[in-house]
Each structure stands twice: as structure tokens, then as C-alpha cells.
């Protein structure tokens, strides 16, 4: 496990405040106590200080990986989260977006939300914004990104997306081989 470069650094913090915003800091400096990233084979894992210090013992070799992973570096140097985040991003997320419970299964699928499938969205959220999606009983299913602001949504047709799918709960079975 390898401290992230400033460079891969800085694109893991600018895609968290994407969608937690400031709330970043809380997510490292918590209660049960401090958090960091480290990099394994192009992957970002979240590990506590205590859990990082005992895998030290370990070579590169032998270590598959410590933590939750928290996304992947593409080749071009771009980060993709994955759905192991969720639970850790999902309460500490500005952005929110319920669906109805018809479209549920359909955002599971991997499909985009149209306006029709929106049950509520937070306020004063702009275009291309990053949002944690939720059923209607609250249930985080996955990440999106706004395909239109807040203000637009409200006059939007029916048929048009309003948030492009990025990641989902739905994940877990579709790449179970390839998530960690």
C-alpha cells in the first residue's frame, strides 16, 4: 500500500467534494478515529491508521488488499467510484436524488433517471452536480451526476434525463469479479 501521488491525490479529493463537498475532512478525522487513501494496484482504499500500520508487516506480493475500496484509476489517470463507496459517502452527500419506487429496479439495471422516475431532489443543486441516489424509504442506491439543475428539472418533458447513472448497489452482482 503506497501513499497516493499529489497529482492522484488531488483528483480523489476534487471527485470527493464533487459529491460530499467540504464534508471531506469528516470523513477522514472521525470519532473511532483518523482515516487515510492508499493506493494498491491502481486501486484507492479507505483504511483506518491502526488497520494501515498492522498491514505494513506484509509485501506488495502478498497483499491483496486493506480497507474498503473506494474506486480505480483508469489508465488515463481518471477516477471511477465504485460502489463499495456508498455507504461511506451516502450520509455525508449535499446532493440527493429519490426515485419513485416504480423506477427503482430500472436505476438497478444501470439505466439513467428521466424525469418521470424522479420522486424528489434536493435544492439548489446545479447541472452536472455529483448526487447519491436513494429509494424512497431512503435506501442509498447508487451514484449520478445531474444531467440538468434543480431549476431546469421543474420544467423538464417527462421523457428527458435528469441525472446519468454512474454506479449501483446492482454492481454487486453484475461484477462481483472485478469490484475488488
Known sequence: MKRLTDERAKILFEKL??????????????PDGTYCFREHKDRVYYVSER??????????????????????FSKTNKLKFHITALYYLAPYAQYKVWVKPSFEQQFLYGNHIPKSGLGRITENAGQYQG????????????FGVLARSTTDCKTADPLTTVCFHQSDIGEYIRAE????
Open 131 to 142: 448526487v447519491v441516489v436513494y429509494s424512497m424509504n431512503d435506501l442509498p442506491l447508487g
Open 51 to 72: 488497520i494501515l500500520k498492522l498491514s505494513e508487516c506484509f509485501g506488495y506480493k502478498q497483499l491483496v488488499c486493506v480497507g474498503t475500496c473506494f474506486g480505480k
Open 177 to 180: 469479479d472485478t469490484l475488488f
Open 17 to 30: 467534494s464533487k459529491y460530499i463537498g467540504t464534508n471531506v475532512k469528516q470523513l477522514i478525522d472521525r
